[in-house]
T-cell receptor
Framework: QKEVEQDPGPLSVPEGAIVSLNCTYS??????FMWYRQYSRKGPELLMY????GNKEDGRFTAQVDKSSKYISLFIRDSQPSDSATYLC???????????FGRGTSLIVHP | KAGVTQTPRYLIKTRGQQVTLSCSPI?????VSWYQQTPGQGLQFLFE???????NKGNFPGRFSGRQFSNSRSEMNVSTLELGDSALYLC???????????FGEGSRLTVL
């Protein structure tokens, strides 16, 4: 079992839909949780960053962390075709700043 | 503020050759990490350098090595290339110890 599990998709949704992306993990030492977005032929870019449990909202994006279930989510409201990309979850333990990445979920938002 | 710059963007090598990839971090960032990205394995950590010292290392064979210079620029080298080394190699810099990484666009290596 990998430390971080993420469904590779693809996930195809119509424009305007609410998208839910998820990761599960096994290492209870993870304290920092991140979501990166990667467009084709580009490097990943940081979208959301949270420490420990709880929710964080930034515009159309909401990140949730449930440490008791070892489960994190990224919600995208009013999805746009420009949101079409691969979304990678990443997490790092406290005291070590090397994140472990999920394999990424490919999201396709069609007009 | 300029982002992370990686060169070359694309390169083709044959088995047994070696390759050197270069990374210039964001100005002021002292930590530089390298990752290998493949469709099958995703993003895998190679190593991290901080102030010219290797601070962390992933589970890759000794054929993969790196270094960091006093201006924080970093290079990674892969010797005796194998077909399985074909991948996108990503460099990321960080300005603090929080795991927040800023990635370059990568160097895509094809080994024939």
């Amino acid at each position: 079992q990998k430390e971080v599990e993420q469904d590779p998709g693809p996930l195809s949704v119509p424009e305007g839909a609410i998208v839910s992306l998820n990761c599960t993990y096994s290492n209870s030492a993870f304290q920092y949780f991140m979501w990166y977005r990667q467009y084709s032929r580009k490097g990943p870019e940081l979208l959301m960053y949270t420490y420990s449990s709880g929710n964080k909202e930034d515009g159309r994006f909401t990140a949730q962390v449930d440490k008791s279930s070892k489960y994190i989510s990224l919600f995208i409201r009013d999805s746009q075709p420009s949101d079409s990309a691969t979304y990678l979850c990443a997490m790092a333990p406290g005291g070590s700043y090397i994140p472990t990445f999920g394999r990424g979920t490919s999201l396709i938002v069609h007009p | 503020k300029a982002g992370v710059t990686q060169t070359p963007r694309y390169l083709i090598k044959t088995r047994g050759q070696q390759v050197t990839l270069s990374c210039s971090p964001i100005s002021g960032h002292r930590s530089v990490s390298w990752y290998q990205q493949t469709p099958g394995q995703g993003l895998q950590f190679l190593f991290e350098y901080f102030s010219e010292t290797q601070r962390n290392k992933g589970n890759f064979p000794g054929r993969f090595s790196g270094r960091q210079f006093s201006n924080s620029r970093s290079e990674m080298n892969v010797s005796t290339l194998e077909l399985g080394d074909s991948a996108l190699y990503l460099c990321a810099s960080s300005g603090d110890n929080t795991g927040e990484l800023f990635f370059g666009e990568g160097s895509r290596l094809t080994v024939l």
